[in-house]
């Protein structure tokens, strides 16, 4: 239990320090999971009337809200068939994100309602937990730094065909070269235009744009299937309060999912080879849960969930009870199925600084212990989501969460 001692000192001592009240241990309420999950605090801002309201008010953040609209009417009149033209009226530029950035620290020191939500409910999120040994004023920076840069990078993938992250798996739906898309981007920016008077603030044209393009593009990914504690989770959360943890040596037997390789299927043959091993993890009893992992991801635009399809097998051929299986639909890719698998295990009240099973083929365990792996993380998600403990076995090896991984990533916006 040391490493628990020590995240739990840690927590502690940031608390002691003003830092604020160590994160949640219940999943985020979510009203719009796609635009929560992806820019948090802009979101809160919306439906924290007082603070919207001092936004507003402010003559830097009006001033904002004002150029942003009037930038917005004219790509509508002028922009034609000119992608570029359409982001670049709603996209942050760097100095005018540091100045907003800015703006919004002196804002904190002045504003009790604004206080008031960065040091209760944000800091309460952890989706900023990152941030939460600094001031409330740099934790707000901070969180509005991440919202714009997401912004204009879900703007740039959606909006013009850039490149993301994994451009297989991961790119816009349509050409962009395409007539359809163009009217497609023409009516969009003429349909936001019509209703600008109604973005008052700052970042709400920018906002508005971003949650469109994702729509545009079916991209809903990190939304399917949320509250999971309500649906395909709910049965696995409400026994994980009567669990005696200390009869079994991890928490979770965590599965990473191993994605179709052709349309129309709906589980590998690869995922099921991990099956097999993970129910007979279970049946040795090694953790009371199976934690399978994996979103809508391979081929690109599948409809199938490989968590889903996972607990599914699970069930029907495995004979394990649909309330010892926990699932994460949203992963795309090995880092962020350790990740998630985090985020689950502190969400739900399971015991945070017990170690948890990785169970899957050879290939994967060895990259998942890996430096290669280890750098990947730090590159992708700018820290590693996870300590490792020992190895097994060439399928098994032992890792503990860290409290990192419940900050947002709005550069992955499928999974943020």
């Known amino acids: 239990m040391k490493h628990y001692a020590d995240y739990a000192q840690l927590l502690k ?91 919004l620290r002196e804002m904190y020191g002045k504003n009790a309602a604004l206080r008031k939500l960065v040091d209760g409910p944000l800091r309460l999120s952890g989706m900023f937990v990152r941030y939460q040994a600094g001031g409330g004023d740099e934790l707000l920076a901070q969180a509005w730094m991440d919202a714009a840069r997401g912004l204009n990078h879900t703007i740039a993938v959606y909006g013009t065909g850039a490149a993301p992250r994994y451009p297989q798996i991961d790119s816009i739906y349509y050409d ?9 981007m023409r009516t969009l920016a003429a349909v936001l235009d019509e209703d600008r008077n109604s973005m008052t603030l700052f970042f709400q044209p920018s906002l508005r744009f971003a949650m469109h393009l994702l729509d545009a593009s079916h991209r809903d990914e990190a939304g399917r299937l949320e509250p999971l504690e309500l649906g395909e989770n709910a049965a696995a959360v409400r026994r994980v309060r009567t669990i005696a943890w200390s009869k079994f040596p991890y928490s979770a037997i965590v599965v990473p999912g191993s994605g179709a390789d052709r349309p129309g299927t709906a589980l590998s043959a690869m995922g099921k080879l991990r099956l097999t091993l993970a129910a007979r993890r279970f049946r040795e009893g ?45 992963a795309r890719h090995t880092t962020t199925n350790v990740r998630n698998a985090g ?4 969400r739900y009240g399971m015991p945070f600084g017990k170690a948890a099973l990785i169970v899957t ?27 490792l403990g020992a190895r097994l076995s060439i399928f098994d090896l032992e890792f503990f969460p860290v409290i990192e991984c419940l900050q947002g990533d709005a550069m992955d916006p499928l999974d943020p």
């Open 343 to 346: 985020r689950q295990i502190y």
């Open 13 to 103: 001592s940031l608390c002691l320090a003003g830092a604020g009240p160590e994160p949640a241990h219940t999943p985020l309420p979510l009203r719009s999971a796609v635009q929560d999950k992806n820019f948090y605090l802009l979101s809160m801002i919306e439906r924290t009337t007082d603070v919207a309201a001092a936004l507003k008010s402010d003559a830097r953040f009006a001033k904002w809200a004002s150029e942003r609209r009037a930038a917005l009417s004219k790509a509508a009149s002028s922009c034609g068939n000119e992608l570029a033209c359409y982001a670049a009226a709603v996209e942050w530029k760097d100095e005018d994100m540091r100045a907003a950035a800015d703006a």
């Open 176 to 184: 962009v070269k395409s007539p359809g898309f163009l009217q497609l």
């Open 361 to 387: 083929d050879p290939d994967q365990s060895r990259g998942i212990e890996s430096q290669a792996f280890a750098d990947r993380c730090m590159r992708e998600l700018g820290y590693k989501p996870y300590r």
């Open 286 to 330: 090694k953790a009371p849960l199976i934690l399978v992992s994996g979103g809508y991801v391979h081929p690109a635009q599948t409809p199938y969930a490989e968590a889903v399809e996972m607990k599914k097998s699970l069930i029907a051929d495995f004979g394990i009870p649909a309330d010892a299986i926990l699932v994460d639909p949203h």
